[in-house]
């Protein structure tokens, strides 16, 4: 799995119109991904939304960049007044080993257990 963040930043007071904004750039029917959810800033950088969009695969995820770069207006935010920062990350890899959680949590108990007692395994 691969996600994106995207950030869009304006005035505070054109908050609600930046995220209609994106809304309709979201559920545009050409749209890939599937959209996660949308946070806006109460502390820190005021006047901000995020968007959280989850893709399947690296080309699905550049396909959706190539399209936001190269479109007239992405998001709504191609005046003036807003940016726009992308930012990509990947998904943690599935464990390979099942029993491995169970080693470490031996592992910790008997240290826990040899602190409380004194004793050496």
Request: glycine share 8%.
């Amino acid at each position: 799995m691969f996600y994106e963040l995207v950030t869009l930043s304006s005035h505070i007071l054109k908050l609600p119109e930046v995220i209609a904004n994106a809304e309709v750039y979201l559920n545009h029917p050409k749209t890939a991904g599937c959209w996660l959810g949308a946070w806006t800033s109460e502390n820190g950088r005021l006047g901000s939304v995020r968007i959280l969009r989850r893709f399947v695969d690296a080309g699905e995820l550049s396909q959706e960049r190539t399209r936001a770069l190269h479109h007239a207006n992405p998001f709504g935010a191609a005046d003036g007044t807003c940016t726009i920062e992308m930012e990509s990350y990947a998904g943690f890899p599935s464990p390979r080993r099942a029993g491995f959680v169970r080693q470490v949590l031996r592992v910790s108990y008997l240290l826990a257990k040899t602190r409380r007692t004194g004793a050496y395994y």
